[in-house]
């Protein structure tokens, strides 16, 4: 990233951005009216639910409360699934994206690789049986994007499970994860990371926090990030960033707080188009390619192009305001402008027997792959919103309340430029692709896109009463969203096959309009739960929560079709979950140990097997997952520390057509059992060895016209570790083996079976600490 393309980036920030924190300081005047008490820069600094300790020597991977103001009480009392995975549990793992950071919670990961010859970009997140990628938030806000995300500025990543509706607005059935960012606090401290991994890793954090002397009660706090790495388990593939988040805290430790933050990261890596699944397994040979029965290809294979590239920019600019008028009374508004561009080309491949040939069918090195399929995606998403909160503490008579209040205002747009390619990409070799090998492949927009905005007003109210001295909490909370939802799109007429575009009687090639698409509605979305605690230290409890997700709530996409749930005309899809547990707080509140078990429905899916009156599909289809989540996280001595989860999903199509290839009821790319434990021992000479294993069990693909492909893929366990030496009390070096005895297994397949992910081999990163 060049000086002159940040200055860039700032200026076309700054205009929005400034207009939208006036916005949000004009609904809270009590700042100007404040007088700033004195710090008592011996207290921690408080990031939400977040207590800043220490830069990185304090560690600890047990959280016990999540940064939103929504949440009124300690995750202990909280009647539902929370798991907080800290920065000091990926820290030591090596995690460097969410993706990865999300591997300690049993069940949650990408799973699905795409359909037909399209490829998943980003973070595409499934969590108890369901799609949760446009359900990922950062500091409580939408987080818009097909992309990756880094944690280089992550406090702590929370993952909400259950329906998310009253918390967040339109959100996936089954929760919503939310990344906290780092903040100011009181305290010079510098701290820092270097890795080098032996399969071309490369990647430097740093993150320096400053207090201001010349300003009373103020500091900044700078993180950056660089890399370059190669993919362990692929040729070619690159994951190439950097980034700066710049942030300012005002007034801490006193009555009234101002943090301003922004966050630039610039992505240009090459994506992964996957591995054919020739000869896997479960394959079966197409006519014509019965000789490559027992042959796979090599699973580092890379079936792309130089010229194949995902190039991001993610740009966010935060201003957040608080203000305490008393112990009982707090206020707090956040404003966000957020803008993310992704310019991606894939050159992807569908394995079937008209794309796959040989000039000598007995010479496997003679087979050729036709690369026919260059996956475009040209986008940019714009977010602008304003969350007012308060929070207030109060009894009526016996019964205590902790009520939390508030407004938010949001407008979401998209917008997508189509691409068109002149030229062609040359045949790969199936056993020996040369990415060299580019072609007369050449691109550029056409002038035709699609545009979907949705703006929404929302209010939420949520309290929780505490009965008989606080043994008995009851907690509920209801959402109000109004909101409404425009989508257009054009498209080059003529061509042939399903991608033809009717010219209407205009001359082949014009740009015709497709869609011309709108829906308003108002969504209400609650929840209850009561929360029993017979000692202080056990919580049973017991909960109920609805979730909706409008036409269009997923992708900004409204369809004309009958046959998708992006039409106007459909009901919004509503997800409820009943579920009851037990949180356990032992060996003096160093170690929790949860429990429980679950159902969540999905109703108003889209049933092509009961028709209407005119022949139409009807919202009579359901889906639904029970399941029972066990997990452990904490301390079991001072300088032994775990995190263990495990989780067991049933899932099953109960009304409408079978989803899965193999003609089983289940859902689609879920685990039925996952489980992840993650262990680290400090030894009292500086030395600290830690170890792990996470086991995912097998995933039924979706159902299509391909044929002869895996119908499944067989579960793996994978077992990482690390070794670590502290040389002074502020350096410390670090190595981690991922993959220890060199598994391999298949992490995702893509709907048709033509291709997979395959599973990172046995790789080595070593890193340097640093913490002053």
């Known amino acids: 990233m060049s000086l002159s393309r940040l200055r860039e980036s700032l200026a076309s920030a700054t205009p929005a951005y400034l207009a939208l924190s006036c916005f949000g300081l004009a609904a809270t005047p009590a700042l100007a009216q404040e007088t700033a008490n004195s710090a008592n820069k011996d207290e921690p600094a408080q990031l939400g639910g977040v207590t800043v300790t220490d830069t990185a020597i304090d560690e600890t991977i047990k959280v016990d409360t999540v940064s939103s103001p929504k949440f009124t009480q300690p995750i202990q009392d909280t009647p539902q699934t929370i798991q907080v995975i800290s920065r000091d549990l990926f820290h030591q793992q090596g995690a460097t994206t969410l993706t990865e950071a999300l591997r300690n919670s049993p069940g949650v ?10 490829t998943t970009t980003g973070d595409a997140i499934r969590m108890r049986g369901f799609d949760t990628s446009s359900s990922i938030f950062v500091d409580g806000i939408r987080d818009l994007g097909a992309i990756s995300r880094d944690v280089f500025n992550t406090e702590q990543v929370e993952v909400e499970k259950g329906p998310a509706g009253t918390d967040n607005g339109r959100t996936a059935p089954t929760g919503a994860i939310n990344m906290v960012s780092k903040q100011p606090f009181l305290r010079t401290a510098v701290s820092g990371s270097a890795s080098i991994g032996v399969d071309g890793q490369k990647r430097a954090t740093a993150d320096f926090n400053q207090e201001l002397g010349i300003v009373p009660n103020a500091a900044v706090r700078l993180n950056v990030l660089w890399q370059n790495s190669d993919d362990p388990a692929r040729d070619h593939v690159r994951n190439k960033r950097i980034g700066i988040a710049p942030s300012l805290g005002l007034g801490l430790g006193t009555q009234t707080r101002l943090y301003a933050n922004f966050l630039y990261v610039d992505q240009e890596n090459i994506p992964d188009g996957f591995v054919p699944t020739i000869g896997l397994p479960g394959w079966e040979p197409q006519d014509g390619l019965e000789p490559l029965v027992g042959h796979p290809v090599d699973p580092k294979n890379f079936y792309g192009t130089r010229d194949d590239h995902n190039d991001v920019t993610a740009q966010m600019a935060t201003l957040k305001f608080e203000h305490d008028f008393s112990d009982s009374l707090h206020l707090t508004n956040t404003a966000r402008w ?14 079937t027997s008209s794309n796959v040939s040989a000039t000598d069918p007995a010479d496997l090195s003679t087979y050729t792959l036709a690369r026919n399929l260059s996956t475009y995606r040209d986008s940019t998403n714009r977010i602008l919103t304003d969350q007012l909160n308060l929070r207030a503490d109060f009894a009526t008579g016996a019964i205590e309340h ?10 979401e747009k998209q917008v997508l430029h189509s691409r068109a390619g002149t030229g062609s990409r040359p045949d790969a070799n199936l056993y020996n692709p040369d990415w060299n090998d580019v072609g007369t492949l050449a691109d550029s927009r056409s002038g035709a896109f699609s545009r979907g905005k949705t703006d929404t007003q929302a209010f939420y109210l949520f309290d929780t009463a505490k009965f008989f001295n606080e043994t008995l909490l009851v907690t509920g909370g209801i959402r109000v969203d109004h909101y409404k939802t425009t989508y257009f799109s054009n498209a080059v007429c003529g061509g042939t096959g399903r991608r033809a575009v009717d010219c209407g009687g205009e001359p082949e090639g014009t740009i015709v309009t497709t869609n011309d698409l709108k829906t308003k509605d108002t969504l209400f979305n609650w929840k209850l739960g009561a929360v029993y605690k017979p000692i202080e230290t056990l919580s049973l409890y017991v909960n109920y929560a609805l979730s909706q997700q409008p036409p269009g709530g997923e992708n900004f996409s409204l369809s004309s079709s009958v046959n998708s749930a992006n039409n106007p005309s459909f009901d919004p899809q509503k997800a409820e979950t009943f579920e009851g547990g037990v949180k356990w707080s032992v060996l003096d509140d160093m170690l929790a140990l949860n429990a429980a078990v679950f159902q969540t429905t999905v109703k108003n899916e889209i049933n092509r097997d009961v028709l209407d009156d005119l022949g139409n599909p009807t919202q009579t289809g359901k889906k639904r997952v029970r399941g029972v989540e066990l997990s452990a996280v904490g301390n079991i001595t001072d300088a032994w520390s775990v995190s263990a989860g495990y989780s067991h999903l049933k899932t099953k199509v109960t009304e409408g057509p079978v989803i899965t290839s193999d003609g089983t009821p289940n859902l689609t790319y ?7 434990i993650w262990s680290n021992y400090r030894l009292p000479f500086g030395v600290e060895i830690a170890g792990g294993a996470r086991h995912n069990g097998g995933l039924h693909r979706g159902t299509d016209g391909a044929q002869g492909t895996p119908a499944y893929t067989k579960g793996y366990t994978v077992v990482d ?3 670590a030496y502290a040389l002074t009390s502020s350096i410390k070096v670090r190595a981690n083996v991922y993959n220890l005895f060199d598994k391999d297994y298949i992490a995702s397949i893509n709907k048709s079976g033509y291709r997979y992910t395959p599973g990172t081999p ?11």
């Open 721 to 723: 570790g690390m070794l």
């Open 338 to 351: 957020g803008k993310t561009s992704q310019d991606y080309l894939l050159t992807s491949f569908m394995p």
């Open 670 to 676: 879920i685990p039925g059992d996952s489980w992840t």
């Open 402 to 411: 902790n009520l939390s209040v508030g407004i938010e205002i949001t407008s």
């Open 762 to 772: 046995r790789t080595f990163l070593f890193s340097a600490d640093v913490s002053f």
């Open 109 to 118: 990961g990408t799973f699905y690789a795409g359909e037909n010859g399209s």
